[in-house]
């Protein structure tokens, strides 16, 4: 991926009220954080972060965390944020930590437009393989539950799979998001620019009974 640089880069990542300098500090209680127990949604990838800054004003009773990985991204992102939300935090992470800055208080997760990392020999880097699975297995708080888009029909496939195998069950999967949508509908700033000439875009949503959860 080529980032382009932005001005003012540190400054911005300093400056912001948003960005969580020391995110493992919070392992296990992101209540701490925002100051209450309503449920945490995370989206791994928020990119330039359209979608979760949306989120954040519709829901105000849901937190709701960005992660990105790249410095570039995250300093696009933050100053396009309502200064007055209080129910959203940035956190600029590689993936792979996320069991190390989570620990069974994610309630939801989305996974919106992920790399497809299309050569075989890094499957397992996709966010969506068993690798990464198994790591959300250790964050989720109640019942697993993922949120998919992409419009990728390789890693889309590949997704439902690796998703069927870990127990998943599979609903609301369309091959077409974009057919029939409410004027509420929020979708991310990858989203509009391939929707727009004409793109499929596929959607799911895996969910998973915890096993320590009495139903």
Avoid at 16 to 22: A, D, G, M, Q, R
Avoid at 50 to 55: A, D, G, L, M, Y
Wanted: charged letters at 30%; one cysteine or more; glycine letters at 4%.
């Amino acid at each position: 991926m080529r980032l382009r640089n932005v001005k003012n880069k540190e400054e911005i990542l300093n400056a912001s009220p948003f960005l969580v300098k020391n995110p493992k500090e919070y392992y296990g209680n992101w209540s701490s954080y925002f100051g209450n127990t309503n449920p945490i949604y995370i989206e791994i990838g928020m990119g330039k972060g359209k979608f979760i800054r949306e989120h954040a004003k519709k829901y105000p009773n849901i937190n709701f965390i960005g992660i990105e990985k790249y410095d570039s991204v995250v300093a696009k992102c933050l100053p396009k944020i309502d200064g007055s939300l209080t129910n959203l935090a940035i956190v600029r992470m590689d993936a792979l930590d996320i069991d190390r800055v989570f620990s069974h208080e994610v309630s939801r997760i989305y996974l919106n437009f992920s790399d497809p990392w299309p050569k075989k020999r890094h499957h397992l880097r996709r966010l969506s393989s068993k690798v990464f699975l198994e790591k959300y297995s250790s964050i989720f708080k109640d019942d697993f539950d993922i949120w998919m888009r992409t419009d990728n029909a390789d890693l889309f496939c590949y997704s439902l799979m690796s998703f069927s195998e870990a127990g998943y069950v599979l609903k609301h999967l369309t091959l077409d998001l974009h057919q029939d949508l409410p004027e509420d509908f929020i979708t991310t700033e990858y989203e509009d620019r391939f929707s727009n000439k004409g793109m499929p875009i596929y959607s799911v949503e895996a969910i998973k009974v915890s096993k320590t959860v009495n139903k």
